[in-house]
């Protein structure tokens, strides 16, 4: 009775055994692939950021032409107000209110450069308490 009773006991363990391999190796397959997983989405918050970055960095370069261009405009508006009787004073407010809001836009675009290097340090994993 003893060796029988011993005998099916082996044989039943042996079948957890193999099930708790089996489960130790879907944990361990699970982890990775959340690994993995957590890495490429780090990748692309990284990539990502980088690019909202080079985006608003030209968005600034050319916003900084547009002012300047407007800058020119208010002036030529102003001379042209002074020496000329066919422009009236709405052409120079027109004008420096269009040059008003593209540096209002500059600010934006500056904000959004900001945004984009806090998002690039928080992708490598700064900022984290």
Do not use: H
Request: no cysteine; glycine share 6%.
């Amino acid at each position: 009775y003893t060796l029988g009773g011993t005998l099916t006991q082996n044989i039943f363990q042996q079948g957890n055994r193999k099930a708790q391999v089996r489960v130790t190796e879907a944990r361990k397959m699970q982890a990775f692939y959340t690994f993995q997983q957590t890495l490429l989405t780090a990748g692309s918050e990284v990539s990502n950021s980088l690019l909202s970055y080079q985006k608003a960095k030209e968005k600034e370069t050319t916003r900084l032409l547009q002012i300047q261009s407007l800058e020119k405009a208010v002036e030529y508006n102003k001379e042209l107000l002074t020496y000329s009787s066919n422009v009236n004073y709405v052409n120079v407010l027109t004008s420096e209110q269009a040059l008003l809001q593209a540096r209002l836009s500059g600010v934006n675009d500056r904000l959004q450069q900001l945004q984009a290097v806090t998002e690039f340090y928080r992708a490598l994993g700064g900022g984290q308490f």
